[in-house]
Nanobody, 124 residues
Framework: QVQLVESGGGLVQAGGSLRLSCAASGRTFSSYAMGWFRQAPGNGREFVAAISRSVISTYYADSVKGRFTISRDNTRNTVFLQMNNLKPEDTAVYYC?????????????????WGQGTQVTVSS
């Protein structure tokens, strides 16, 4: 069983920044591919970013490329999402997810564990 706990969400003005964190339980965090997804009211869950176990590979949705950065610290069992130049359309609940086998992925059904989510609201 893997538990994921997100933090760092909040209210920010357009153009501002936030850094989300996701702390994972378990002793094999470094063996998980990790992803961030988001869900706005009335919409389905949307891929944001993913990172490989070894930190070598990262993968972004086109809508956030150049503004968001995913990273991880395997010594702290934590994955981060640095969000810069935020826009009102980035408003959503943000979830982190862990994939125990396989590579980093943009498909939510390939992830095995999910956090409870953290709200990000960007005002115009």
């Amino acid at each position: 069983q893997v538990q994921l706990v997100e933090s760092g969400g909040g209210l920010v003005q357009a153009g501002g920044s936030l850094r989300l964190s996701c702390a994972a339980s378990g002793r094999t965090f470094s063996s998980y591919a990790m992803g961030w997804f988001r869900q706005a009211p009335g919409n389905g869950r949307e891929f944001v970013a993913a990172i490989s176990r070894s930190v070598i590979s990262t993968y972004y949705a086109d809508s956030v490329k150049g503004r968001f950065t995913i990273s991880r610290d395997n010594t702290r069992n934590t994955v981060f999402l640095q969000m810069n130049n935020l826009k009102p359309e980035d408003t959503a609940v943000y979830y982190c997810a862990a994939r125990l086998t396989g590579y980093e992925s943009r498909w939510s059904d390939e992830y095995d564990y999910w956090g409870q989510g953290t709200q990000v609201t960007v005002s115009s």
